[in-house]
Structures are given as structure tokens and as C-alpha cells.
């Protein structure tokens, strides 16, 4: 069985700040991960992945993850938030012992203040 | 690329009446998903197709919905007869199996059944 675990269902951010989303994960293999992103009345698109190359992730609009074993974590940073970054956040699991299903957090809904 | 294209971007419908949802997958993916979109359940998979076969339909809430892929690109996702309770955003999202793991997700379909 897999699940991933979003540490905050919301998250307030001001703008030119680093933004920090939490993702914990659960998997019998080694997984993929992903964080997709989803603005109001749109579809999910793909940030960033991993899968088994390097740790650190760099994505899209200057978003990035880290991979961490040891710590079953996979959390997404960014260093300066801006308001276009206000949207809901999903970490996404996916492995072979899971039939290849993508697995979804809860989501993090992102807050940029002015 | 035009991407995931589904169809239509709202439907509002009437208890009772059947619902077709419709999804055009990216040319040369042959991984197609049906996803729901709740505010109490986030995302949940209802069935997915490989090579415009279904794999696995366990996540299809009950006997009123059925899918199906005729051909490699396209797939309607039915209800009949529709509840309140299916009113959601319906997403579907295609991959290729060769390598890549990014899922491209649609703009989605947002039911309301009144």
C-alpha cells in the first residue's frame, strides 16, 4: 500500500518570502513522486518529478524538491513567492508495488500576500 | 501538442439524466485516466485504460458508471442516472508508458446535478 500524508492543508505566505509545502510519503518500493499544482477553475499541471535520478528536483517557475529517504519526505520549496503562486498543491505518489497508481495527497492550499 | 482535451467544461444536469463525459488523450499515450475531484474526498481514480483496454475499474463508486475507450484517442466516461452526490470535477489525464512518467491532466469537467 502507498499514501502520501500533505502536512498542512494551508499554507500563508507574503509575497518575496521562501514558501515551504510539506509532503511525507508511504511506499512498499522505491517510488516516483511528483508535485502538481492547480489554480482556481483549472487543470492539474505537472511542477516537478523524481524518479530514482537525482535528489534534488528543480522544477517549474522556479519551484524545487528534495528527495529524502531516510525521512520519507519529498517537501517543495521555492525561495520568493510570488502572487501567480497562489493555488492548491498536490504530492503525488506513484510505484510498481501499487499497480503504477498515482496516489494523491490532500492537497496545500497556498496563500500569497501582498 | 493541444494537450488533454475533454469536453464539455460545465455541465449542469438534472437528477435522473445521463451524463457523458468526454476526453481526448495526447496523440501516442497509451495510458488513459478518469479522475473525481471532491472537496471531502480530493482525488480519486475511478479507472484507467492501457492501449484503450480497461485495467483497472475499482475505483468506479457503483453500477451507474461505466467508460470506455473505443479507439486510442478517445474516451467518454457515462453516468446513469445521475445524483446530486456525483456533482465533482471529472479529470482525465493520459501518459506514455515508454519511459516517461509525467501524467498530462485536462482542464477537466465540472458536473453539477441539481
Known amino acids: 500500500a502507498q499514501s502520501v500524508t500533505q502536512l498542512d492543508s494551508h499554507v500563508s505566505v507574503s509575497e518575496g518570502t521562501p514558501v515551504l509545502l510539506r509532503c511525507n510519503y508511504s511506499s512498499s518500493y522505491s517510488p516516483s513522486l511528483f508535485w502538481y499544482v492547480q489554480h482556481p477553475n483549472k487543470g492539474l499541471q505537472l511542477l516537478l518529478k523524481y524518479t530514482s535520478a537525482a535528489t534534488l528536483v528543480k522544477g517549474i517557475n522556479g519551484f524545487e524538491a528534495e528527495f529524502k529517504k531516510s525521512e520519507t519526505s519529498f517537501h517543495l520549496t521555492k525561495p520568493s513567492a510570488h502572487m501567480s503562486d497562489a493555488a492548491e498543491y498536490f504530492c503525488?505518489?506513484?510505484?510498481?508495488?501499487?499497480?503504477?497508481?498515482?496516489?494523491f495527497g490532500g492537497g496545500t492550499r497556498v496563500l500569497v500576500k501582498p | 501538442d493541444a494537450g488533454v482535451i475533454q469536453s464539455p467544461r460545465h455541465e449542469v444536469t438534472e437528477m435522473g439524466q445521463e451524463v457523458t463525459l468526454r476526453c481526448k488523450p495526447i496523440?501516442?499515450?497509451?495510458?488513459l485516466f478518469w479522475y473525481r475531484q471532491t472537496m471531502m474526498r480530493g482525488l480519486e481514480l475511478l479507472i484507467y485504460?492501457?492501449?484503450?483496454?480497461?485495467?483497472?475499474d475499482s475505483g468506479m463508486p457503483e453500477d451507474r458508471f461505466s467508460a470506455k475507450m473505443p479507439n486510442a484517442s478517445f474516451s467518454t466516461l457515462k453516468i446513469q442516472p445521475s445524483e446530486p452526490r456525483d456533482s465533482a470535477v471529472y479529470f482525465c489525464?493520459?501518459?506514455?508508458?515508454?519511459?516517461?512518467?509525467?501524467?498530462?491532466f485536462g482542464s477537466g469537467t465540472r458536473l453539477t446535478v441539481v
Open positions: 489525464a493520459s501518459r506514455t508508458g515508454r519511459g516517461a512518467y509525467g501524467y498530462t
Open positions: 503525488v505518489v506513484r510505484s510498481k508495488a501499487a499497480g503504477n497508481k498515482l496516489t
Open positions: 496523440s501516442g499515450h497509451d495510458y
Open positions: 485504460f492501457n492501449n484503450n483496454v480497461p485495467i483497472d
